[in-house]
């Protein structure tokens, strides 16, 4: 699977990619969603993991920005505050394939959220 992971924290952003890679992931990393975009496009990730607050375009812009090239990429929002975007999380689940990973979270939530996001990427080509 080709995973694109956006996040303005490089230390996540590089982490997750090593953990991805390691389990045969191709992976490219962005710092925030105006490059996540430019990285979408070129790289065409099945999959965005992504941070909801970053500078110059939060999350949700860029899987915005996305869907307008893809409306089924699946997206995993990722952040430490995401009781504070409860009203933007739900009205993406109740359009897309979405999951959540509330920071910090443990390996067993990231693998649970892509093996969740791989079943419904396969259930969409059926």
């Not at 924290?9 to 991805?20: D, G, R």
């Not at 899987?63 to 933007?88: C, Q």
Request: charged letters at 25%.
């Amino acid at each position: 699977m080709k995973i694109l992971v956006v996040d303005d924290n490089k230390y996540v952003a590089e982490s997750l990619k090593c953990i991805l890679q390691h389990s045969s992931h191709r992976v490219q990393t962005a710092e925030n969603g105006e490059d996540g975009f430019v990285k979408y496009l070129q790289f065409e990730p099945d999959l965005i993991i992504t941070d909801i607050e970053m500078p110059l375009k939060n999350g949700f812009a860029l899987m915005h920005d996305v869907r307008s090239h893809n409306p089924n990429i699946k997206a995993i929002y990722m952040s430490g505050a995401l009781e504070f975007f409860d009203k933007e999380i739900e009205a993406e689940k109740e359009s897309y394939a979405v999951d959540l990973l509330d920071k910090p979270f443990t390996l067993q939530q990231l693998w649970h959220a892509l093996t969740a996001s791989h079943r419904q990427s396969r259930s969409c080509r059926s």
